[in-house]
């Protein structure tokens, strides 16, 4: 009975977080109130959040599960481990995973005779998610800044986070990938 109690926790929580990314996403296109990208912009922030304790997680795993010592082992990090991390201090756990040579997992992606790394790029648009989001939540009620140009922040922000949500889906298929 307990677990049938678990899965059905789980699966509730699974819906929930469809549906606060579906809202958010529908909120995002809401142009006639200036607040409401304002609202989309940091609520895609928090999305951000809850993307990056899911793909350290399964990083953590995946790199436990690719470990062939005897003697120690990487502690897997669940998201709850990391759910009073601020956004600047998970950017900064995920940056963990990025070396100059030798990645831990293959992120690289034949693109037209062209190769990226899913990694770094991921790293290089976290940067600027957390630094557009540190300077528009702490500006906001700034002087100086009229309503159209927090709502210009506001999208500029919004295409940042898209884009990091974006590559979030094609590192979590390369890591599928690497595990079969």
């Known amino acids: 009975m307990e677990e049938l109690d ?3 926790r789980f699966v509730e929580w699974l819906v929930k977080i469809q549906i606060l990314k579906d809202q958010i996403g529908k909120l995002e296109k809401l142009k006639d109130f ?3 990208g304002i609202a989309a912009f940091l609520l895609k922030c928090q999305i951000i959040e809850f993307e990056l304790k899911q ?5 953590d795993f995946h790199l436990r599960s690719q470990s062939v010592s005897k003697h120690f082992r990487k502690r897997v990090r669940t998201p709850k481990d990391l759910d009073d991390s601020t956004l600047g201090k998970l950017v900064g756990e995920f940056s963990q995973f990025i070396r100059p ?3 831990p997992i293959s992120t690289k992606l034949e693109l037209e005779n062209d190769e990226r790394d899913i990694l770094k790029e991921l ?6 998610v957390v630094i557009k989001r540190n300077e528009f939540t702490h500006r906001l ?3 100086g800044k009229d309503t159209n140009a927090l709502v210009k922040e ?5 295409s940042n986070v898209n884009k990091a949500l974006e590559l979030f889906r094609e590192l979590e298929k390369e ?5 079969n």
């Open 6 to 8: 678990s899965r059905k």
């Open 34 to 36: 200036p607040i409401v």
């Open 55 to 59: 793909i350290i997680s399964s990083l």
């Open 101 to 103: 040579s030798d990645p």
């Open 123 to 128: 790293k290089g648009v976290l940067d600027k």
């Open 141 to 143: 009620f700034s002087p």
């Open 154 to 158: 506001a999208e500029s922000g919004i």
């Open 175 to 179: 890591i599928e990938n690497n595990e």
